[in-house]
């Protein structure tokens, strides 16, 4: 009855509610946050650098995120880069001192605060040519003015960066009086038009004040209150943002500060001064708002300008542009016809004439409606992760945010389960589930920020295994049993592998190395095609009749293992095969193919162990040892129950192991060697007993099927800045955003997924002559397309 109640809700459901409809909804609603978006872009302004000085919040424990936009770290050596021949200048008080020291150690992690306090601190690092100078002036006055209006004259050098602020002894040293307020405004008037000037030539950030904790303070800073502070800020923000009448102040309000001293100034030792994680935080803004739009990192968005398009992406648009131009047209015209062709009523007898002809869909109109679809899907792409359009922000790891979402999809995953068509082991219902499943936990993983906590990475590590482990037990079989070496089959392969990366190659500008796993998959799967193509070619009809050919395949097993092992051990070789072009150019990142090698080298052996596991179950099953039947036990009760236990007690040792690992490279070379184990005790546990392998998680299976798509799209519309940090749709929500953004990257995965079946049975045809002519048509494009990308990569040169 449970079942019945539960299919017929479900068509129910459906008849209502399909994919289609969620699709409809998830344009919708991409429209509505799009002109949300341009709209709150006009009117608040596209400066993402304005946002970063002086709004954001705490993800956590010391972890800032401005508002909108994303927070590179800086390292020492990009510091360096950044900030070669340049001269940095901080004046003011004791906390702008706290600013200066925290902004040298970003450049120099040795820098000790020494010397005499009440005075000036140079800096310098001949290595990169970098000055950085604290100059003490405590107070807004005549001294401090003095220094800033001989930067004014042209035959003195200015600083490049110039970073003020002072209050605090203004307020002390007169006991906070309201003389001493008329007189801070008086002076921060006569700099303001020095500050404007200097802001023509240098980037100028005046700092406000930030608050203290009353408290802590000391008998002689008491009269330094929040109440003095707030009034000290309102007129230098009013001053300075009034010097110019006509334009916009060029000096920038650093008021970030204020935020992150609200959050952490009870952490502080006096109650004036900021604890040392607000101060490593506000330099590293600092260095943000300068450094970002000239080394533009991935993962620091804010203060970088859209990136200029590419001839490459130029061509891509204009060609989608022309096949939306291109269907619309064809659609009108299709439109009027079938109109003409309606059905008319006889006069006479009052019957509708019935149209004998039936115009079926031509595969030009399938064509331009997939490319129609594709391109403005990629317009989406575009939005999300290029235009600046939608807000990002950094992700931030916490044990809640991983574990929850994991406890609720294993929820849905038992609640929707279904029988499967057939019982046998890894049938298709099954590895669909497995590649749904594990699909979900990598994107959680990756949402979740849990690569930095190790114990989940090495589980992580497992999955992306797992899946090639299926891809070498799944086209091993298919070629064992079919015997189908022809050209379709592969092309078929590797178009539905490759088509969705090779368009983002386009359209966003990245290598195809960037999307590593499509690489990796494409590249084991053609080592298993020439395996088991190559001379001589053994399938399992041929093994059946003479058992010396089962040894003739494991020859050729044994012989891949040995190349596996030589290309894993001699980096040298990898990469001089990998460094010739045009495999450069497919394989290369950053300007050399290392990490094409780490990746390929993390799972080596994977690979060949689902072929041997292929092999061996195809020749049990063909032998009759194993029973398939429903409800089943795979052995007999005593063989079924012993390896179910040794499979549980080996799953959970790989789990402990993996748990309780400290040092990553260490774990990293173990990995490819140990893997297999959880992959077969976990093989064994869901197919020994016959119940398992009768049912499976429809919930799972629906993902799996558009695994590859899910895998490839979280890059840009899920996650932003190239899988560094989160799209935000939504923001001020971070749940309903979630829920909305997954909706639409689901939604647009599915689309894909179906534009590229549309097109691959266009594109790839049967019959061979013609399949050779769009071959070649595809050769000539890619060899343009490694042309214009040659000459773009001088050009940027």
Not at 202 to 225: F, G
Not at 287 to 316: E, F, H, W
Not at 480 to 501: E, T, Y
Request: hydrophobic content about 45%; proline content about 3%; overall charge positive.
């Amino acid at each position: 009855m449970a079942a019945l109640a539960y299919n017929l809700g479900k068509r129910e459901i459906n008849h209502y509610f399909s994919v289609r409809s969620a699709k409809v909804l998830a344009l919708v609603a991409v429209l509505l946050l799009a002109a949300c978006h341009l709209a709150s872009r006009r009117y608040r302004g596209n400066d993402s650098c304005e946002y970063l000085l002086s709004s954001g919040r705490f993800l956590g424990e010391k972890v800032w995120q401005p508002h909108s936009c994303m927070m590179h770290k800086y390292k020492i050596s990009e510091a360096k880069n950044c900030l070669v021949d340049k001269h940095i200048a901080f004046i003011g008080d004791s906390r702008i001192r706290q600013l200066f020291y925290s902004f040298v150690k970003i450049i120099n992690p040795q820098f000790k605060e020494e010397g005499n306090k009440h005075e000036n601190i140079p800096f310098e690092d001949k290595t990169a040519s970098v000055k950085v100078d604290f100059l003490w002036h405590p107070e807004v006055n005549g001294s401090m003015k003095q220094c800033i209006k001989v930067w004014t004259e042209d035959s003195i050098a200015k600083p490049h960066v110039i970073v003020a602020g002072a209050a605090t002894w203004s307020i002390k040293i007169h006991n906070g009086s309201s003389e001493a307020l008329s007189q801070y405004k008086m002076n921060i008037t006569s700099i303001a038009p020095l500050l404007e000037k200097l802001a023509k030539t240098s980037d100028v950030y005046w700092v406000l004040q930030d608050p203290v904790y009353e408290d802590l303070l000391s008998e002689n800073r008491k009269m330094i209150t929040n109440e003095k502070i707030d009034a000290y800020n309102e007129a230098a923000v009013s001053i300075l943002n009034s010097s110019t009448r006509n334009s916009k102040s060029n000096v920038k309000m650093f008021s970030v500060s204020k935020l992150i001293a609200q959050e952490t100034i009870m952490e502080s030792l006096d109650g004036l001064h900021l604890p040392e994680s607000s101060r490593e935080t506000n330099a590293m803004i600092l260095m943000n708002v300068y450094c970002n739009k000239i080394l533009k990192p991935v993962d620091g968005s804010c203060c970088q300008p859209r990136p200029p398009l590419t001839l490459i992406q130029k061509l891509a648009a204009c060609f989608f542009t022309l096949s939306i131009i291109g269907y619309l047209i064809f659609y009108i015209i299709h439109r009027n016809a079938h109109r003409k062709n309606k059905p008319c009523t006889d006069l006479e007898s009052g019957e509708e004439k019935k149209n004998i002809i039936n115009t079926p869909v031509s595969s030009l109109e399938i064509l331009l409606q997939s490319f129609c679809k594709l391109g403005l899907i990629m317009v989406y792409f575009y939005m999300c992760d290029r235009a600046n359009l939608f807000m990002k922000e950094n992700k931030f790891y916490t044990h809640s945010s991983f574990f929850i979402p994991i406890i609720y999809i294993l929820v849905l995953g038992v609640f929707y389960n279904e029988n499967t068509k057939e019982t046998k082991v890894l049938n298709r219902e099954q590895t669909d589930e497995w590649k749904g499943w594990m699909q979900l936990v990598i994107l959680i993983y990756h949402i979740s920020g849990a690569s930095t906590f190790l114990p989940v990475y090495m589980h992580i590590r497992v999955l992306v295994a797992a899946y090639l482990f299926q891809t070498g037990y799944g086209h091993f079989s298919y070629f064992w049993i079919k015997g189908d070496f022809g050209i379709h089959r592969v092309c078929q392969v590797l178009f539905r592998l490759n088509f969705l990366v090779v368009v983002l190659c386009i359209v966003m500008d990245r290598p195809y190395q960037f999307y590593y796993f499509v690489p990796l998959v494409t590249v084991w799967f053609m080592v298993i095609y020439v395996t088991l193509a190559l001379w001589p070619q053994i399938i399992q009809k041929k093994a059946n009749g003479n058992c010396f050919w089962h040894f003739g395949l494991l020859l050729k097993l044994g012989f891949l293992l040995l190349f596996i092992c030589f290309l894993a051990y001699s980096q040298g070789a990898f990469e001089k095969i990998f460094s010739l072009w045009p495999l450069s150019k497919c394989f290369e990142l950053k300007g050399n193919v290392y990490e094409w090698w780490f990746r390929w080298r993390l799972d080596r052996y994977v690979v060949f162990h689902g072929m041997l596991f292929a092999f061996i179950y195809l020749a049990l099953q063909k032998r009759q040892i194993l029973s398939e039947g429903k409800g089943e036990p795979l052995f007999s009760n005593k063989i079924s129950n012993f390896l179910l236990f040794i499979s549980v007690v080996s799953f959970l040792t790989y789990s402990i192991w993996a748990s309780s690992c400290k040092n990553k490279a260490e774990c990293n070379e173990l990995h490819p060697s140990v893997s297999v184990v959880q992959i077969l005790a976990f093989i064994l546990i869901r197919n020994i007993p016959g119940y398992a392998r009768s049912v499976y998680s429809s919930f799972f299976a629906w993902f799996g099927k558009i695994s590859l798509e899910l895998f490839i799209c979280q890059y840009h519309i899920w996650l932003a800045a190239d899988t560094r940090g989160i799209l935000v749709l939504i923001p001020g929500n971070p749940m309903l955003n979630i829920i909305v953004s997954t909706f639409i990257f689901v939604c647009v995965a599915h689309e894909i997924s179906q534009i590229t079946n549309d097109l691959a049975q266009i594109i790839i045809p049967k019959d061979n002559s013609s399949l050779l002519k769009r071959l070649a048509c595809i050769a000539a494009f890619f060899c343009g397309l490694l042309i214009l990308s040659s000459i773009q990569d001088k050009s940027k040169h």
